[in-house]
């Protein structure tokens, strides 16, 4: 499970000019199964699928998707004090495929201060 190799593929069958809508989990609690390994933000959903260049951004953000009462039929989704999540939220990333686009990476979102509340 590799996104990097997905995204490869992503670009090269999409159509110039076709869209994109990618969407992932985004607030859940830890899990092992499959695996827990990534966590998608907006600026890393940016970063992954814009990298390359041929794919630019037309929307992204956050949304809140569904109720949540539990994914796993075997497990609750919760927080750490065991109380049930109320809702997933999810990332939500459109784009469109350019092939004049080129990405800079300076077009994402950042915060390189050491106090983030300024």
């Not at 992204?60 to 075997?74: A, E, L, R």
């Amino acid at each position: 499970m590799n996104p990097w190799d997905s995204t490869k593929n992503i670009i090269t069958y999409l159509i110039d000019k076709g869209l994109f809508i990618f969407m992932a989990p985004f607030s859940w609690r830890y899990h092992a199964s499959p695996y827990d390994t990534y966590r998608y933000t907006h600026t890393g959903v940016q970063y992954l699928f814009e990298r390359l260049g041929k794919i630019k951004k037309k929307l992204s953000g956050y949304v809140i998707f569904t109720p949540n009462k539990g994914f796993w039929k075997n497990m609750k989704d919760a927080t750490l004090d065991n109380k049930n999540f109320k809702e997933c939220q999810e990332v939500l990333y459109i784009g469109i495929k350019d092939e004049s686009y080129t990405f800079n990476i300076n077009s994402l979102d950042s915060d390189m201060s050491i106090n983030h509340d300024e």
